[in-house]
Every structure is written in C-alpha cells, then in structure tokens.
C-alpha cells in the first residue's frame, strides 16, 4: 500500500481543502492510502469535524508560533512511518514544514500552488517565502498557466512544474426547474427574482464592496434583482456598513458562511466574481456546471475556464464600468444567458471533472515515488 499525506494548515474548508478533500475520497479503494495531517494549535476547529465525517483518515498535529520545531519531529516521524510515502503540501506554513519534515524523512515533498491572497504586508511577505520554498520540492503543482509563470518567475525550475487546473465532482450539476424553484424558496426569493450571487471569503482581494457598488447601480434598471453575498469574513462589518449606506437592505442579502452551496447554486441566474486575485476557483466550476454563466474579473486562472462571450464575460480587474454593465448585459438578456449557461456546463463536463484530474494526480503521485527529484512526466496544463 502506498501512503499519500496531504499537509494543510487550515481551520475550515475553503477552496484548497475541499480539492485535498476530494482527493482523499477519490483515492478510496485504490492502491493509495490518503491521509489528512493539519498543523494548527487546536483539534477543536469546522475542518476537523467536516473531514471526520466524510470518514478521511485525518491528524492534528498541535503546532505553536511560527516554526514548532516539536511539530516539525512529528510531521517527519509520520511521514517516515510507512516505506512508500508522498507528502503534499499546500499553503505557505505547511509548505515550510513539510519541506523539513520531508528532508529529514527522506520522502518525496510536492506543494501545490493554489492561489494568493495577498491582503496585506504581512501575507505578502509569507508569499514572497513561499515563493522561495517552491525551489526545493521535488514537485510543484500548479491551479493555472498563470500560477505557473509566477513560479518561474519566483526561480521554481520549470521541469518541476506541472499544470493540473482544479476540477469538481460531477455530482455539481443542474437539477431541472423544481431545483430552481425549492432552492428560491428556500432562499426567501420569489420565482421570477433576477439573481446574482458572489461566493467567498469576505476578504478584500475578493472584491465584495465592488460587487455591492455594481448593486447600487443595477437595482433602479432591474428592480426584480437581488444580489447575494455567500460567505464570511473580515470584512462583513464594511460590506454591511456599505449596504446600509446605499441603502440596498432587501435588495442585497448576506448569507453568511454556506455549507450548502449545491443547493443554492440552482436559483442563481449569475455569478458575480470581483476577486483582484485568484488561482483557479471551485465556485466558478461549480456554478458553470450548474448551467450558470460567470461574469468575472480576468485574473489568475480565470481566463483559462472562461472563453469571453461565450460561457461567460470577462472584465478588466477592478473596472466597475464594465462589470456593471456586464452583468446588466446578461440580466436584461435571458435568452443569451440561457446559452452562455449551457455552453458552461459543456466546458466543464468537457474539461475540469474531477475524475481526469485525478488521473493526472496519481501519475505525478506514482513518478515521485519511483523517481523523487526528477521531474513529473507530461508536465503542462491539463483541461
């Protein structure tokens, strides 16, 4: 039995993780052993909980500060633990232990590059670092064409990298007309509701304050629009001081953190993303494959899903002009949005399913094994 170890350093389930989650899952009952080990200072935390109960084989491994050098012992003695082991790591800390751990246990270290937030001096530092450490793993992987160049860039040999775009379970797709009507109802909208959604983080490189600018200037010309915010975070307070002020309480709605995403995805007529940053994100995906046509900034690996006009806008980064009248281009036009959405659910059956995506993982997972160091056979992207 081969052992694959996937290193986070997270307290829940964001895009990064769900992708580790379903990796986990898809390996059951395979020649490989995946296992989740999370370095932070508490068993007690919503990822701990959600990845127990899809019954993953998980550990918390309790580390303080910055470098634990205690945690560190530990990770190298659970990767030294079985003789065929890869370690995969993702995000900035984890990236840092891992490669240590790694080192000492004479294992194969991959990291993926999933995507920067950037929010501040603090975090773009741990970028800057992280960027560093991409150097000496025997792998990297990364979410788009775009993270690849930023990693050559950061001095990463490009024979280590591979391409591997995210992918979703197919389970992510349209449930027909009754979907739409029960999960607008269960939403508190009414059936014939133009709406439009932005899902994630309520962090300032995700754009949401753009998104309620673009809302306070739709509302007057499309009075059946509602605009829904999924998420939670940082900046809940500022958005909401700025809904208040423009005064679009009813109009935009905030739904805090979902776990239920599948079953709001079909009252959707749009998704909105704003993001100033972005790898690849799952959302875009999910809600393309849901029959849902995306109106989104063209920053990182977005412009690698979205063909412009045809599955979906694309929209200079931070232009409000033109992601204002984007989205009022496809609310005020059903039938053209009606064929952007089917053309969505094409280009993501066709191209990011999951199942294709695990077959590239495991060939990289099988390569490290047979020869750590050397680079991942077939590197580029995979649709």
Avoid at 76 to 89: E, F, G
Avoid at 130 to 153: G, K, M, N, P, T
Avoid at 220 to 226: G, I, L, Q, T
Avoid at 331 to 355: C, E, H, Y
Wanted: glycine content about 8%; aromatic content about 6%; proline content about 5%.
């Amino acid at each position: 039995m081969k052992t694959l170890i996937h290193i986070i350093s997270a307290d829940d389930v964001f895009g990064p993780e769900k992708t580790v989650i379903n990796e986990c899952l898809a390996l059951r009952g395979s020649d490989w052993h995946a296992r989740i080990i999370n370095l932070w200072n508490t068993d007690d935390t919503p990822i701990s909980r959600k990845v127990r109960e899809a019954g993953i084989d998980y550990e918390c491994i309790p580390s303080a500060g910055k470098l634990d050098l205690g945690a560190i012992r530990t990770l190298a003695a659970k990767l030294a633990a079985q003789p065929a082991t890869v370690a995969h790591s993702h995000g900035y800390k984890a990236d840092l232990y891992t490669l240590l751990a790694a080192r000492r246990a004479k294992v194969t270290a991959l990291t993926t590059a999933h995507g920067w937030t950037s929010e501040n001096a603090k975090v773009r530092l741990y970028e800057r670092l992280q960027a560093f450490l991409w150097r000496f793993f025997d792998r990297v992987v990364c979410v788009s064409q775009s993270y690849r160049r930023l990693a050559v860039a950061a001095g990463v040999p490009d024979r280590k990298i591979t391409v591997v775009h995210n992918a979703i379970r197919s389970s992510y797709q349209a449930q027909g007309a009754q979907a739409r009507s029960d999960a607008r109802a269960a939403l508190g909208l009414d059936d014939d509701a133009q709406v439009v959604a932005i899902i994630g983080r309520l962090g300032i490189e995700k754009g949401h304050r753009l998104f309620v600018d673009a809302a306070a200037q739709l509302a007057p010309r499309f009075p059946k629009a509602r605009f829904l915010i999924a998420g939670e975070g940082v900046q809940r307070a500022d958005i909401e001081a700025q809904v208040a002020q423009l005064k679009l309480d009813g109009t935009v709605r905030l739904l805090g953190h979902r776990n239920d995403l599948p079953a709001i995805y079909p009252a959707l007529d749009l998704l909105a993303m704003a993001s100033l940053r972005e790898g690849l994100p799952n959302v875009l995906l999910e809600a393309m494959l849901h029959g849902v046509p995306g109106v989104a900034m063209a920053v990182g690996g977005i412009p690698e899903v979205i063909s412009d006009g045809v599955d979906g806008l694309l929209v200079p980064p931070g232009d409000l002009a033109r992601f204002t009248e984007s989205l009022a281009a496809l609310l005020g036009d059903p039938v053209r949005r009606a064929a952007m959405g089917t053309a969505a659910v094409t280009k993501v059956r066709d191209g990011f399913l999951f199942d294709a995506r695990m077959k590239r993982m495991v060939a990289i997972y099988e390569d490290g094994l047979a020869r750590p160091g050397t680079p991942a056979p077939a590197a580029g992207s995979a649709a």
